[in-house]
């Protein structure tokens, strides 16, 4: 059981350049998550999706985009890169209104913006 | 405006000794409390959750207390190990907003030999 998995582990990118965040997971979860976490603080919302089709922006969507077309994918695409996107993003699912309340990360993408 | 607050960045604990993490919230819609475990270079991961219905849940070592009225929360590990020595997070279900999940901003245990 693979539960969820994000790729890649780490990149480092160049100011202005676009990239995708890859998250998909295993466990048929109506719910996805986007988070990132900058050192010293705590998980900030990028986006989330309720099921496929339907996503929505979290507390700091600005310089991301995501889409759902699947039950199991939910890509997060930087279009251009800023030093200040430099963090650790973490991609997450649960069984939102029919599941439980117990969230399951993936292992966290380590991005440097140069 | 933290909705979820833990107020203690960092706790410091000896072997075999109580660690006590504190958890504080302001949203009554909140229906479930979660205490999440990360360790630097992984993804947190669940520990322990409790229904807003519900005062005690205990798991093993692990036990979180609910106390409603004063809208606080609070895990217990006992006895305490250093292979607990990691960052807490706390976070709460929104059920009015989606069942989003709120997230404090964790708190550091160092759990010493």
């Known amino acids: 059981n693979a539960g969820v998995t994000q790729t890649p582990k780490f990149r480092i990118l160049k100011i202005g350049q676009s990239m995708t965040l890859q998250c998909t997971q295993d466990?048929?979860?109506?719910?996805m998550y986007w988070y990132r976490q900058d050192p010293g603080m705590g998980l900030k919302l990028i986006y989330y999706?309720?099921?496929?089709?339907?996503?929505d922006k979290g507390e700091v969507p600005n310089g991301y985009n995501v889409s759902r077309s699947t039950t199991e994918d939910f890509p997060l695409r930087l279009e251009l890169a800023a030093p200040s996107q430099t963090s650790v993003y973490f991609c997450a699912s649960n069984g939102g209104q029919t599941g439980g309340a117990e969230a399951f990360f993936g292992q966290g993408t380590r991005l440097t913006v140069v | 405006d933290q909705q979820v607050k833990q107020n203690s960045p960092s706790l410091s604990v000896q072997e075999g000794r109580i660690s006590i993490l504190n958890c504080d919230y302001t949203n009554s819609m909140f229906d479930y409390f979660l205490w999440y475990k990360k360790y630097p270079a992984e993804g947190p991961t669940f520990l322990i959750s409790i229904s807003s219905i519900k005062d005690k849940n205990e798991d093993g070592r692990f036990t979180v207390f609910l106390n409603k009225s004063a809208k606080h929360l609070s895990l217990h590990i006992v006895p305490s190990q250093p292979g607990d020595s990691a960052v807490y997070f706390c976070?709460?279900?929104?059920?009015?907003?989606?069942?989003?999940?709120?997230w404090g901003l964790g708190t550091s245990l160092a759990v010493n030999p």
């Open positions: 999706s309720v099921g496929a089709g339907i996503t």
């Open positions: 466990m048929n979860h109506n719910y």
């Open positions: 976070a709460a279900r929104d059920a009015g907003n989606n069942r989003k999940l709120i």
